[in-house]
């Protein structure tokens, strides 16, 4: 079992920043790829951005592509969402996952591979 806790939503202003985070306890970390998915209001879930397990391996949304980084330091744990220049059909509720590696540069879209889930963390990008 794997608990996932995300952190670091609120509202921001487009064009600004916000960092989210996901901590992880559990199982090992290293042992899983991650990812960070998003809900918006009447809408369906979807893929934001997916990692390795090392860090060495990232997959993006195109709708985040450039703006958005994921990232992980296996040492504290925790996955992170560096959101630049957001906008504000970025405004969603987000979702950390976790997917068992596969192999050694697996990424993941598909929310069905994932098996663990955070509980989300509301972010709104106000105009």
């Known amino acids: 079992q794997v608990q996932l806790v995300e952190s670091g939503g609120g509202l921001v202003q487009a064009g600004g920043s916000l960092r989210l985070s996901c901590a992880a306890s559990?199982?090992?970390?290293?042992?899983?790829?991650m990812g960070w998915f998003r809900q918006a209001p009447g809408k369906e879930r979807e893929f934001v951005a997916a990692?390795?397990?090392?860090?060495?391996?990232?997959d993006y949304a195109d709708s985040v592509k450039g703006r958005f980084t994921i990232s992980r330091d296996n040492a504290k744990n925790t996955v992170y969402l560096q959101m630049n220049s957001p906008k504000p059909e970025d405004t969603a509720v987000y979702y950390c996952?976790?997917?068992?590696?596969?192999?050694?540069?697996?990424?993941?879209?598909?929310?069905?591979?994932?098996?663990?889930w955070g509980q989300g963390t509301q972010v709104t990008i106000s105009s």
């Open positions: 990692i390795n397990w090392n860090g060495d391996n990232t």
């Open positions: 559990g199982r090992t970390f290293s042992n899983y790829a």
């Open positions: 996952a976790a997917a068992r590696s596969l192999r050694y540069h697996y990424t993941e879209t598909r929310d069905s591979q994932y098996d663990y």
